[in-house]
């Protein structure tokens, strides 16, 4: 069972910025996509942004893209996701989730094989 821990979550006003960070063990992090999805209250999950092993390849949502930006430490074992400018429709609850295989496919919920808990996100206008 992989544990990945999300934290950062909070509210913060229109405009504003928050940094989350996922935790996960070292076990074949270095090995594996790293995603962050997010669900509203009466909402499917959906994809916000993804990373591949080493970096260098990253994918956004277009809902999002030039306000986040993803990133990971493989030294650390983590992986950031910094969104600025945000607005009242982010608000959601926030999951990191890891995929142990190749970068096929990376927008999917079943495309990761493990899952955090979630940090919510509230973003008041």
């Known amino acids: 069972q992989v544990q990945l821990v999300e934290s950062g979550g909070g509210l913060v006003q229109a405009g504003g910025s928050l940094r989350l960070s996922c935790a996960a063990p070292?076990?074949?992090?270095?090995?594996?996509?790293m995603g962050w999805f997010r669900q509203a209250p009466g909402k499917e999950r959906e994809f916000v942004s993804a990373?591949?092993?080493?970096?260098?390849?990253?994918d956004y949502a277009d809902s999002v893209k030039g306000r986040f930006t993803i990133s990971r430490d493989n030294a650390k074992n983590t992986v950031d996701l910094q969104m600025n400018n945000l607005r009242p429709e982010d608000t959601a609850v926030y999951y990191c989730?890891?995929?142990?295989?190749?970068?096929?496919?990376?927008?999917?919920?079943?495309?990761?094989?493990?899952w955090g808990q979630g940090t919510q996100v509230t973003v008041s206008s």
């Open positions: 989730a890891q995929r142990r295989r190749a970068w096929i496919s990376v927008r999917r919920p079943l495309d990761y094989d493990y």
């Open positions: 990373i591949s092993q080493s970096g260098g390849t990253t």
């Open positions: 070292e076990r074949s992090f270095r090995l594996s996509i």
